[in-house]
């Protein structure tokens, strides 16, 4: 789609820049020299959008706060988002971005959705949960009726309700807890996280230190449903949720199968559409670590296209999880990737791809090996720049990039997000998605830092209300919803969307 947006005006853009350069060393026409500003700009995400008045009323006033912004000697995204983050809050822009619809968010994971400090004051506040600590400096969580067995390279289990009643002041406990729950920190983060493989190890250390609050039957249900609402309250109406589908425990131990998991979420997320009705609604992208033996990866996928056929309408496909750089490339998993065109069957896949930075690597074909299998859309992206042909495939078939800026920035591939590669992307119009990856890790949430970064950062003064526009239907456009329901999800995206616009253009 976007493609065949860009042919004639590439195709234009050529014809008067060789108008230009057919002259010689004649004076430069100012009038041409103007054509090809707008040409170009044309050719950005939303340099296409026709802006009703009010809109450009409130692009006005938008290009006002991002000229202020930009010559701030502290500009956002050129610093580390821990140091820029209470800079970002108190801007202008950032305060609209947040009231503004941003369609969907399509690249979230389970474990990371919901704020570290709504895990710690209300899952560990619960009763029966134990906690201990690990031998590698971490801890670990689980709620249990009576004392569970200590485990191996673990000290044994604290009752927290015990350990707290015998504090007089539980702040250093909870806020201890919570830097085992997420990688921000009020420290140099350049000091703290020297290397990808540090970051790596801490974000890899939060999410099993989790996992035993999060897979806890009544925290499960309830956390999810925050998490909704967390997205909901940032203007977020629809999600796609990148899920590992764990076993689901209660107090007495027992486990509930997979297929249970799939049915809660189901059942929390209608629950939350009753609530709200304005909600348009969330889907499953059942995901797995990409260090699993193919033997083990076959059967995942069967499970995979199992739950597919058991929850049409509520899974909506599959993604392989965990770092690139140590993982498996996608073409290690090939025959089980292949079994569901083997089969006849419909599994549809959402590959991360291209987060890392090893050019030339088993691991940087992964975007190239994300289109042989008709992957969907495209989980980060970052290397796409180095690949010119599976960028142009990916333009041409509409396979969109989900662009995590914050993540791609904490998790040390770019620096200054003024570098980072999908701006380039947007300069072109490639098919993007702006997403959060994991906001609670990273300390943020929702979906509006990552706008910010994306409209600030990447777009400069360039960017404007129509690219903001175009960046929020995209997450509708290329989201997993049939066109039916893209229509339905439009019509109630664009209700927002004006009475954003009324309210905010003076």
Not at 313 to 327: K, S
Not at 338 to 364: I, R
Not at 435 to 456: C, K, N, Q, R, T
Request: some cysteine; hydrophobic content about 40%.
């Amino acid at each position: 789609m976007a493609a065949g947006l860009q042919r004639p005006q590439a195709a234009a853009a050529c014809l008067l820049l060789l108008r230009y350069l057919s002259c010689g060393l004649c004076i430069p026409d100012p009038k041409l020299r103007e054509a090809l500003i707008k040409q170009e700009i044309s050719m950005q995400t939303g340099g296409q959008v026709v802006l009703t008045d009010a809109e450009q009323r409130l692009d006005s006033v938008l290009f006002k706060m991002k000229q202020k912004e930009m010559m701030r000697p502290d500009f956002p995204p050129a610093m580390h988002f821990f140091k820029a983050r209470e800079l970002i809050k108190t801007s202008p822009i950032f305060s609209l971005l947040q009231k503004m619809p941003k369609g969907a968010a399509l690249h979230v994971h389970d474990l990371s959705m919901v704020n570290a400090e709504w895990l710690v004051k209300n899952a560990t506040y619960r009763p029966h949960c134990y906690m201990c600590y690990t031998d590698s400096n971490s801890i670990r969580f689980n709620f249990s009726s009576q004392a569970p067995e200590k485990q191996l390279n673990c000290s044994p289990w604290i009752l927290l309700e015990s350990l707290r009643a015998k504090l007089i002041n539980t702040t250093d406990l909870d806020n201890s807890i919570m830097g085992n729950l997420t990688l921000f920190t009020n420290q140099d983060p350049e000091t703290v996280y020297p290397s990808q493989e540090v970051v790596w190890d801490k974000f890899e250390k939060a999410f099993q230190a989790m996992w035993g609050l999060f897979t806890y039957a009544p925290v499960f249900r309830d956390y999810y449903y925050q998490g909704l609402t967390e997205f909901y309250t940032d203007n977020v109406m629809y999600l796609e949720l990148r899920a590992v589908l764990p076993e689901i425990y209660e107090l007495d131990g027992s486990c509930h199968c997979v297929a249970w998991t799939v049915k809660t979420y189901q059942e929390v997320t209608r629950q939350f559409k009753k609530d709200h009705p304005d909600f348009y609604g969330a889907r499953i992208i059942f995901s797995h670590n990409r260090n699993a033996s193919p033997s083990k990866m076959t059967e995942i996928v069967q499970k995979a296209l199992k739950l597919q056929q058991d929850f049409p309408i509520f899974m909506a496909g599959f993604d392989l999880v965990g770092r690139e750089d140590t993982g498996r490339p996608l073409w290690y998993f090939r025959d089980a990737l292949s079994l569901p065109g083997d089969k006849g069957m419909t599994l549809p896949f959402f590959f991360h791809a291209g987060e890392t930075n090893l050019e030339g690597t088993d691991v940087d074909q992964n975007l190239l090996d994300a289109l042989l299998f008709n992957t969907s859309r495209i989980g980060h992206g970052f290397a796409l720049l180095r690949h010119p042909l599976v960028k142009y495939k990916s333009r041409i078939e509409g396979v969109a990039v989900e662009v995590c800026p914050i993540s791609n920035q904490v998790m040390k591939l770019v620096k200054d997000l003024r570098n980072h590669p999908a701006a380039a992307l947007m300069s072109e119009n490639h098919p993007v998605v702006i997403s959060s990856d994991d906001p609670s890790m990273f300390g943020s949430s929702g979906l509006s830092y990552d706008f910010y970064e994306a409209f600030v950062g990447f777009g400069g003064l360039r960017a404007n209300i129509g690219t903001l526009k175009e960046l929020a239907k995209n997450s509708i456009r290329y989201s997993s919803l049939t066109p039916k329901q893209q229509k339905e999800a439009f019509a109630l995206w664009q209700k927002k969307w004006d009475k954003f616009v009324s309210e905010n253009a003076f």
